[in-house]
């Protein structure tokens, strides 16, 4: 298979074989809080399409911290706690965030839509020409689990 995406970390690596099935600006608060950024530029993977070359060394967590027992996990390196990826406990899909997890942030494709955007925060809707949803893309469909 050829690599398209390389992330994580010294001691972990992060390996994505094949392009996105989901590529948006993210508006949501989970990701707000997770990351500490306004916005965050987030990649879905079909599950089988990210591998790493150390599971052993993955300290999981919740990715919601207000949702515990939801399907995310945010997956830290045991060793330095570089955030690696999100992991999907349904095996549906692994998550990238390019700028946050030690991937080249240039050779992913441009995010496609905005996601997750609340009319009701007070900040102005984004006009840089890409469709703004309040969550996901309209037609996207999340793969069969595991």
Partial sequence: MTTHYEGGCAHVHVTATAEPIDN???HCNVCKNVTGQQTTHVAFF???????????KIARQPFNADN???PLELCTCSECGAPLMLDDKQGRIRVAVPNVMGYD???FPDATYHAFYDSS????????GRPVHEGLRPDFTWPAGA
């Fill in 24 to 26: 948006h600006v993210c």
């Fill in 46 to 56: 079909n599950h089988s399409d990210i591998e790493v070359d150390h599971p052993e």
């Fill in 68 to 70: 515990p027992d939801g």
């Fill in 105 to 107: 942030t240039g050779a």
């Fill in 121 to 128: 925060k007070p900040y102005p809707k984004p006009d840089d």
